[in-house]
């Protein structure tokens, strides 16, 4: 909580801002707060240089407010607080006095409706959307390219096409999609820092530390709890969003009790390294065990067979994507390729992602007057029936929740019917969605296929009739913004 002096710097500097009204954005660097003024005309800057704590202000794209390092994050976020603690503002001019009453009481009654809805598990799925919404423009381009590039690998790999330009052409292209999905931990560590309060260049060192960068074959660091090596990556994105978190707590706590003097030395050294242990020691250790329980429980479903090792296959590879451990099979995966020349468990998870796709459908159908929801799905979509399913994820069904459940059930009945037809495997390790096409074993394509319309089917039914949460089909505009004259769209 911010100190009684912080909290009256941050109201003084509202007063000569034109009120919080006139403020957007409030975000701060090393030594200063930056705001975004709706209208300039409000502020008044020669009283602003005379408030008690303000060093210099600063005119340029936004009013920067110099205030010096350590005081400058504790007096900006407790701003942002008081952004978003303060009620919307009603004008009641000339409305007649039964309008204003009835207003007033609907007003009352939608927040107290907010409230009840306002649960823990929901704000934490709105916090996963707010981290990765901002990434949908980024997925949407990288994987599309992406998935052009794995439609030309797999359908060089089946021999439909050759030559070093190819080669070349496919190359290139996963270089251009690496961007994004080889540091993507990175940008969502920054994005989650964002969120959750914390420093976004440390939240992105936080992510950064997952790629064990430095660590070397001959000098693993083993895992704490069972001695074998750590894998880069181990944890996933839900590693790097759990730490991120514990990041924020870390250096809010320690914003407390360093003097302000020593905050820009003290605190991100501190907090770099107590997170950086606790992610190394405790949080990529604890996502191996889950991966290894995990493996463990594929291959007994593996055992059993048929429909019913498709269904529970289909339906849980989802969490598995969420938690980043789908990497983990690639070794089962070869392992059948090798010894048996395709891999049977491929197509089957591949259906989870064709259960999203339905699933996305359904919402997109029933939800046509959400603007902001049908917009990301309108760019995810694409991506999704490429094969690559993070954009689904976080942006659309694992934020409303109920959505991505249906998604899993979508993507259980395209694996219990692959299980049942048999036999349908991949020659080669590749994406999922309809790129995998191509990589079919013999001639058993016809049976791929008839899994990805039943897993569309599937998701889309179970979310149409029960996956649809109320929140979904309020009516809601596209956010925009004015760029030189020109109204675009904000992501």
Not at 215 to 232: D, H, K, V, W, Y
Request: glycine share 14%.
């Amino acid at each position: 909580m911010a100190s009684a002096k912080e909290e009256k710097l941050a109201k003084d500097i509202y007063s000569q801002v034109g009120g919080m009204s006139n403020v957007g954005n409030v975000i701060n660097c090393m030594t200063r707060v930056r705001l975004d003024i709706k209208d300039y005309n409000q502020v008044d800057i020669d009283n602003l240089k005379k408030v008690d704590g303000v060093l210099g202000v600063v005119e340029d794209d936004t009013l920067q407010i110099v205030l010096g390092p350590g005081i400058v994050t504790k007096v900006a976020n407790q701003m942002s607080q008081m952004k978003k603690g303060r009620p919307a503002e009603v004008d009641t001019t000339d409305v007649p006095s039964g309008r204003q009453e009835a207003e007033r009481k609907a007003a009352a009654t939608k927040s107290e409706q907010k409230k009840r809805n306002n649960t823990p598990f929901k704000r934490a799925l709105k916090s996963i959307a707010n981290i990765f919404v901002p990434l949908i423009p980024a997925f949407v381009g990288a994987g599309i390219i992406g998935g052009i590039a794995s439609v030309f690998q797999n359908m060089m790999t089946a021999g439909m096409i050759e030559g070093e330009a190819w080669l070349y052409s496919i190359m290139v292209l996963n270089i251009i999609k690496s961007g994004l999905f080889g540091y993507l931990n990175i940008y969502i560590g920054i994005n989650a820092a964002k969120v959750f309060g914390a420093t976004e260049g440390l939240g992105g060192v936080v992510a950064g530390i997952i790629y064990l960068t430095g660590m070397t074959p001959e000098l693993p660091l083993p895992n704490i709890f069972t001695g074998q090596p750590l894998a880069a990556g181990q944890g996933g994105v839900i590693g790097v969003v759990l730490a991120v978190w514990l990041l924020s707590i870390v250096e809010k706590n320690l914003r407390k009790v360093v003097p302000n003097s020593l905050d820009v030395i003290v605190t991100p050294t501190i907090a770099l390294l107590v997170i950086g242990l606790i992610t190394i020691f405790l949080i990529m250790p604890i996502a191996g065990f889950i991966s290894t329980s995990l493996v463990g429980a594929i291959t007994w479903v593996l055992n059993v067979g048929g429909a019913f090792a498709g269904f529970v296959l289909g339906a849980t590879f989802l969490p598995m994507v969420m938690f980043g451990l789908h990497q983990i099979l690639t070794p089962i995966h070869i392992e059948m390729i090798a010894s048996q020349g395709s891999t049977l468990l491929l197509p089957i998870l591949a259906m989870a992602g064709a259960g999203q796709v339905g699933a996305a459908i359904a919402l997109w159908a029933k939800c046509r007057k959400n603007k902001q929801l049908t917009n990301m799905i309108k760019g995810s979509l694409p991506v999704g029936i490429l094969g690559i399913g993070e954009p689904l994820i976080y942006a659309v069904t694992l934020p409303l929740g109920r959505p991505f459940i249906t998604a899993c059930i979508g993507g259980g009945i395209g694996g219990a019917v692959i299980g049942l037809i048999g036999g349908v495997g991949a020659t080669a390790i590749g994406p999922s969605g309809v790129a995998l096409i191509p990589l079919i074993a013999d001639g058993l394509w016809w049976g791929y296929v008839l899994g990805l319309l039943a897993a569309y089917a599937g998701g889309f039914a179970a979310t149409y009739f029960f996956g649809v949460p109320a929140e979904a089909i309020e009516a809601t505009e596209l956010p925009t913004t004015e760029i030189d004259g020109e109204t675009v769209v904000d992501y």
